[in-house]
């Protein structure tokens, strides 16, 4: 089933490679395939992109009860202040991120974007206020240059660290938060985007309520040293079975969600991939700290007066799936292109080929008809909201 994907083992190894020498491996190399799984090349490791289970049910299982899936890939990154003043951080760290990180609640976490001087997307990541320090979840592509980015433009009270000695895996499912609690039932009271540090068995577990399937988990990351032994313990219950990339990929295109240098990049802005509601208010034009980040000339002025281009869901009316790349039209016979599918495959949950693409606005309102063209022929697709199916985020009354 890895074939209806985005992301299939073919993509992973057109796109990064076959050469598996010349990847890293996490700390749960030995256990993935001891588990069965088939590794492939990805954003510089060597990765499990499906389990013998195979992608389809992987994908329906995390819907049903609980996925665990090894996202060690990802960056880790603490940024400390010198001085000990954290608002003097989150200040410096606001001049790179459009969000409002000098009033983020301790223990709390925001969805936000590194953004260039032009508007675009360097990276999407997660930040979060520890007290002393901010965490910030980056994308595994795109960690040395977030990294460097960081680093030339930060403050120089700011003192930046990648961790390099903790593993990080993600628990995702409607059973999640049963797992999970069986562990410390402290995390039954934590909400969507809420952090915690806990003890758990000798070592301290860093755990966000959040992830990347559309579906209420958690994100945790745990010592290179003891994530074996957990991860063995969490898989040893009933309803958690181990996930790959595959599913990932389809769980998050269900969700709408954007895969960085696939659906969003250094080109594209946060008002042409969808993504204003993850800009503080704070941050925009009548804010009280308005604009002083980066591009913040070019994304106030499309927030205000809209863009070109946006992307949408696209869902064909036939069976074959709009795949990345995949040009769209306003009818059967137009030469020039209106837009452009970035993710596409097979939704196990909607039953149904889905893809997400950027089109000219005019044509973006809801069932509206297009036409993609597949192996030079028209084919009729609509456009949807997104996202493709519910999110199931326990959030807070």
Avoid at 166 to 189: C, H, M, T, W, Y
Avoid at 195 to 216: A, C, P
Avoid at 279 to 288: H, L, W
Avoid at 328 to 340: A, E, Q, S, V
Wanted: hydrophobic share 40%.
């Amino acid at each position: 089933m890895v074939n209806y994907v985005h992301l299939n083992s073919a993509d992973f190894s057109a796109i990064y490679g076959d050469n598996m020498a010349d990847y890293i491996q996490t700390a749960l190399y030995d256990l993935h395939i001891s588990l069965g799984a088939k590794m492939v090349p990805f954003a510089g490791y060597e990765m499990p992109v499906q389990y013998p289970t195979g992608v389809m049910k992987e994908h329906i299982h995390t819907r049903n009860e609980v996925g665990l899936f090894d996202v060690s890939h990802m960056g880790q990154v603490i940024i400390k202040p010198k001085n000990g003043n954290l608002s003097d951080i989150a200040a410096s760290l606001e001049k790179l991120i459009p969000i409002d990180i000098i009033d983020l609640p301790k223990y709390h976490q925001r969805y936000g974007f590194l953004t260039n001087k032009h508007g675009g997307i360097i990276d999407d990541l997660m930040v979060s206020n520890q007290g002393d320090h901010l965490f910030l979840v980056i994308n595994a592509g795109c960690k040395k240059t977030d990294v460097e980015h960081l680093r030339d433009n930060l403050d120089d009270n700011c003192e930046l660290e990648l961790l390099e000695n903790r593993s990080l895996i993600a628990l995702q499912g409607p059973k999640a938060e049963k797992v999970l609690s069986k562990f410390s039932n402290q995390i039954i009271d934590m909400f969507f985007m809420d952090t915690l540090k806990v003890q758990l068995q000798g070592f301290e577990v860093w755990i966000s309520r959040s992830g990347y399937t559309g579906e209420d988990g958690f994100e945790i990351s745990i010592p290179n040293d003891n994530i074996i032994e957990f991860t063995e313990q969490l898989l040893e219950i009933e309803d958690v079975l181990p996930i790959g990339l595959g599913a990932r990929d389809s769980l998050r295109l269900e969700a709408g969600l954007c895969l960085y240098g696939h659906d969003i990049d250094q080109n594209s802005s946060p008002t042409e991939a969808g993504l204003n509601w993850a800009i503080s208010k704070k941050r925009r034009a009548s804010g009280t700290r308005s604009g002083n980040f980066l591009g913040s000339e070019r994304i106030l002025n499309e927030i205000s007066n809209g863009t070109d281009i946006k992307r949408v869901g696209i869902v064909p009316i036939g069976r074959a799936p709009m795949r990345e790349g995949v040009e769209l039209f306003k009818d059967r016979n137009d030469t020039i292109p209106i837009g452009k599918v970035t993710s596409g495959g097979f939704g196990p949950i909607v039953e149904r080929a889905i893809s997400m693409g950027y089109l000219d606005t005019r044509y973006t309102k809801v069932n509206t008809k297009i036409f993609a063209e597949i192996r030079g022929k028209r084919m009729e697709a609509v456009v949807t909201s997104l996202p493709f199916t519910k999110l199931n985020f326990k959030r807070s009354n």
